[in-house]
C-alpha cells in the first residue's frame, strides 16, 4: 500500500457519516397522500408500513452510519401515522431538521459542509424500494477517496424491461436513458458547490435559457446533438463547479422505482404482496 493509499485508508476508517431522509411536503394537495389516506405521502402506507419508516430502516439496517436525520413539516401527527418513527424521534436514534422550501435548500440546511470527515448520505422518504444493498453499493463506491458527490443511478431501459409501461423520467445519453435513484453522497466544500448549483437550477426550472447557460452553453449545445456520455457529462460539469462527480449504477432496478403518482403507489404495493 503506497502512502496516498494508505492516508485514504486512514481517512476512511476515521470518515463519519450522516444520513438525511428527505420528507417535505409538495404543498397543499398532494396526490400521492390523497391516494393514501394520510396527511402527508410519507406517511403512506406500503403493505401495511409507512413508507418513511421502510426508508429509516433500511438505513439503519446498513449499519454505517452514525447519525440519522429526517427532513419533515412540522405539526404532521406523527405518533399516529408512525409509531415507530415517533419512538425513533423520542429515543434520540433519529433526529428532525426541519425542511427548507425545497429538496435542495433542505440538504443545504443540513450540510456540514465544514466538515471534511462528514459524509452527507441523501435519500428520499418515498422510496420504499430501498435496500441495504442499494446503500452499501452508493457508499462502497463513494468510498476510493476520489469522489466529492456520488449519484445513484439505473438504466431506464432495464426498468422498463422488467415493468413495461412504467414512467421514469429519463435522461439521455450517448451510452443510453438513464434515470436517478433519489441516492446521493456527497463531502466537503465542492460537495457543498454542487448543492449549490441544484438550488440554482431549482428556481431555473422554468427558464430553459437560464438553465443552459448555468450547465454552459459548449455543454448542453452536446448533449442536445447526443454527443455526451453520461460520464464525460458529468466531467464537463464536474470542472465546471470544481468538484470530482460519480455517477454510481446500481445493479437492482428497483433502486430507480420511487413513489411520485397514485400509478407509482400501485405498482409498488403490488411488488410488495408478489414478495410477500
Same mark, same amino acid.
Given at each position: 500500500?503506497?502512502?496516498?493509499?494508505?492516508?485514504?485508508?486512514?481517512?476512511?476508517?476515521?470518515?463519519?457519516?450522516?444520513?438525511?431522509?428527505?420528507?417535505?411536503?409538495?404543498?397543499?394537495?398532494?396526490?400521492?397522500?390523497e391516494?393514501?389516506?394520510?396527511?402527508?405521502?410519507?406517511?403512506?402506507?406500503?403493505s401495511?408500513?409507512?413508507?418513511?419508516?421502510?426508508?429509516?430502516?433500511?438505513?439503519?439496517?446498513t449499519?454505517?452510519c452514525?447519525?440519522?436525520?429526517?427532513?419533515?413539516?412540522?405539526?404532521l401527527?406523527?405518533?399516529?401515522?408512525?409509531?415507530?418513527l415517533?419512538?425513533?424521534?423520542?429515543?434520540?436514534?433519529?433526529?428532525?431538521?426541519?425542511?427548507?422550501?425545497?429538496?435542495?435548500?433542505?440538504?443545504?440546511?443540513?450540510?456540514?459542509?465544514?466538515?471534511?470527515?462528514?459524509?452527507?448520505?441523501?435519500?428520499?422518504?418515498?422510496?420504499? %424500494?430501498?435496500?441495504?444493498?442499494?446503500?452499501?453499493?452508493? @457508499?462502497?463506491?463513494?468510498?476510493?477517496?476520489?469522489?466529492?458527490?456520488?449519484?445513484?443511478?439505473?438504466g431506464?431501459?432495464a426498468?422498463?424491461?422488467?415493468?413495461? #409501461?412504467?414512467?421514469?423520467?429519463?435522461?439521455?445519453?450517448?451510452?443510453?436513458?438513464?434515470?436517478?435513484?433519489?441516492?446521493?453522497?456527497?463531502?466537503?466544500?465542492?460537495?457543498?458547490?454542487?448543492?449549490?448549483?441544484?438550488?440554482r437550477?431549482?428556481?431555473?426550472?422554468?427558464r430553459?435559457?437560464?438553465?443552459?447557460?448555468? %450547465?454552459?452553453?459548449?455543454?448542453?449545445? %452536446?448533449?442536445?446533438?447526443?454527443?455526451?456520455?453520461?460520464?464525460?457529462?458529468?466531467?464537463?460539469?464536474?470542472?465546471?463547479? #470544481?468538484?470530482?462527480?460519480?455517477?454510481?449504477? @446500481?445493479?437492482?432496478?428497483?433502486?430507480?422505482?420511487?413513489?411520485?403518482?397514485?400509478?407509482d403507489?400501485? @405498482?409498488?404495493?403490488?411488488?410488495?404482496?408478489?414478495?410477500?
Amino acid at each position: 500500500m503506497n502512502r496516498q493509499q494508505k492516508s485514504s485508508a486512514e481517512s476512511g476508517k476515521n470518515r463519519k457519516i450522516m444520513a438525511l431522509v428527505l420528507a417535505g411536503s409538495r404543498g397543499a394537495s398532494d396526490v400521492v397522500a390523497e391516494a393514501g389516506g394520510k396527511r402527508a405521502k410519507a406517511f403512506v402506507e406500503v403493505s401495511g408500513i409507512p413508507m418513511i419508516e421502510r426508508v429509516i430502516a433500511t438505513v439503519r439496517e446498513t449499519g454505517r452510519c452514525d447519525t440519522i436525520h429526517v427532513s419533515l413539516p412540522d405539526r404532521l401527527p406523527i405518533q399516529e401515522e408512525s409509531p415507530r418513527l415517533f419512538e425513533w424521534l423520542q429515543a434520540g436514534s433519529v433526529k428532525a431538521i426541519a425542511p427548507d422550501s425545497s429538496p435542495a435548500q433542505s440538504v443545504l440546511r443540513a450540510f456540514p459542509s465544514q466538515d471534511e470527515n462528514t459524509v452527507l448520505l441523501v435519500t428520499t422518504g418515498d422510496h420504499p %424500494l430501498l435496500s441495504a444493498a442499494m446503500v452499501h453499493d452508493l @457508499l462502497d463506491a463513494f468510498d476510493g477517496g476520489e469522489t466529492d458527490v456520488a449519484v445513484g443511478i439505473v438504466g431506464t431501459d432495464a426498468i422498463r424491461r422488467r415493468y413495461p #409501461g412504467i414512467r421514469r423520467t429519463a435522461i439521455h445519453f450517448r451510452d443510453g436513458p438513464v434515470t436517478g435513484c433519489n441516492l446521493f453522497a456527497l463531502q466537503g466544500e465542492a460537495g457543498m458547490s454542487v448543492v449549490q448549483f441544484w438550488t440554482r437550477m431549482e428556481a431555473r426550472r422554468k427558464r430553459p435559457l437560464r438553465m443552459a447557460w448555468a %450547465l454552459g452553453m459548449g455543454t448542453t449545445i %452536446l448533449y442536445a446533438l447526443g454527443l455526451l456520455t453520461l460520464d464525460s457529462s458529468l466531467n464537463r460539469l464536474g470542472k465546471r463547479l #470544481g468538484a470530482r462527480l460519480r455517477a454510481v449504477r @446500481l445493479a437492482d432496478v428497483h433502486a430507480g422505482i420511487d413513489v411520485d403518482t397514485p400509478g407509482d403507489l400501485r @405498482l409498488v404495493r403490488e411488488i410488495f404482496e408478489r414478495r410477500e
